[in-house]
């Protein structure tokens, strides 16, 4: 028996150092939104950068940046790609002046934003109230806190499968728009849902 | 009355240690999930199953059958296959207080990684660990394998 596995074994490896095949390595993808970012990998001393969508890089210190076939991310990476979660979604609900009221067509996106909710497994949310600058800053904090409370009960954990809504005041410290100190701004007067 | 007391002061107790660590916090959930996968801490593994949270110092494991995906808070996306380990080392996600952090280890298998809103607003506060170095992300996906 061990005279047969030997030369395999052999024979494989040295396969191995001639392709120069990386055992362990890394794949820059394109992300969804079709833009491609990089990756930089810094081993003992050596820097590799990866910039092209489709390419990898050996985890080692040898700096080679090679073209990765589809197969192979199939193959390597079929199972990790599958378990990908839902991606997450933002929603932007507009307000009123100065209250908790909905614009009519913020008012109308709510039953899509259930529909959302309800395709997330386990989905955890996020919900984030903000005003714009019309009054103090104190009173604004807590109108955007109500406002989020308030958008946050159209999630029932009891009628669906949510594991968490966070509940966020930014009051009028984080402008979509930028304006200048008692502007108001309709764009600013909004509250934003996250669902994970 | 001192029945009562008693009680009161062990459900105290109970509260502190919980109150002074700061790895207390929910930092994702587990998404996607199939087969035999388990979530580690300092009290070792516990079997993981859809909507279990994440917490900072949790290793993720699966089995030879085993996959999971998790979500952060910051939207980063990270999903694993079979016969891996991977580790959530520092999180921080507070933009508010410009705090950001994600630094993580995989220790062997495969990892899926999309970036979220930490890479987005402070890209060199991302880092993956790997056992023969560092990788460091700029606004991107990418997959790794390690093979021991």
């Known amino acids: 028996m061990t005279t047969i596995t030997l030369p395999k074994t052999l024979t494989f490896a040295v396969a191995l150092a001639l392709t120069g095949c990386a055992k362990s390595y890394l794949v820059l993808l394109e992300d969804h939104d079709g833009s491609t970012g990089k990756v930089i990998f810094s081993g003992a001393g050596s820097e590799t950068v990866v910039e092209q969508a489709g390419y990898g890089a050996a985890l080692d210190n040898s700096k080679t940046v090679f073209k990765v076939e589809q197969e192979k991310i199939n193959k390597d990476f079929g199972r990790a790609l599958a378990s990908e979660p839902v991606l997450p979604e933002i929603f932007l609900l507009y307000f009123e002046t100065g209250g908790t ?6 008012a109308a996106l709510i ?6 909710a309800g395709k997330h497994p386990a989905a955890d949310i996020s919900v984030i109230g903000h005003t714009d600058t019309v009054g103090d800053a104190g009173k604004n904090e807590k109108l955007a806190n109500e406002r989020a409370v308030q958008v946050s009960k159209l999630f029932d954990a009891s009628k669906m499968d949510v594991k968490e809504v966070a509940v966020t005041s930014h009051g009028e410290k984080n402008l979509l728009i930028k304006t200048g100190d008692e502007t108001s701004e309709p764009r600013n007067r909004r509250v934003e849902v996250t669902i994970r | 009355m001192k029945h009562l007391f008693a009680c009161w002061s062990l459900g105290l107790a109970l509260c502190i240690p919980g109150a002074v660590s700061a790895d207390d ?6 998404k996607t ?8 801490d300092s009290n070792g593994p516990i079997k993981a199953s859809l909507g279990s949270p994440i917490h900072v110092g949790n290793v993720i494991k699966t089995d030879e059958n085993g996959a999971a995906g ?25 933009p508010q207080q410009d705090k ?4 993580a280890s995989l220790l062997k298998g495969t990892l899926h990684y999309i970036s979220g809103v930490i890479a987005k607003l402070k890209p060199e506060a991302v880092t993956v660990k790997t056992p023969t170095g560092v990788i460091a992300v700029r606004g991107t996906r990418f997959l790794v394998k390690i093979e021991e």
């Open chain 1, 101 to 106: 009221k909905l614009t009519a067509e913020s």
């Open chain 1, 111 to 116: 039953p899509k934003i259930i529909e959302t």
């Open chain 2, 25 to 30: 916090a929910v930092i994702g959930y587990i």
């Open chain 2, 33 to 40: 999930i199939t087969d035999q996968t388990t979530i580690g």
């Open chain 2, 70 to 94: 998790v979500t952060l808070k910051d939207n980063t996306i990270l999903s694993i296959g079979p016969n891996t380990e991977f580790k959530i080392e520092a999180y921080q996600f507070e």
């Open chain 2, 100 to 103: 950001l952090q994600l630094n």
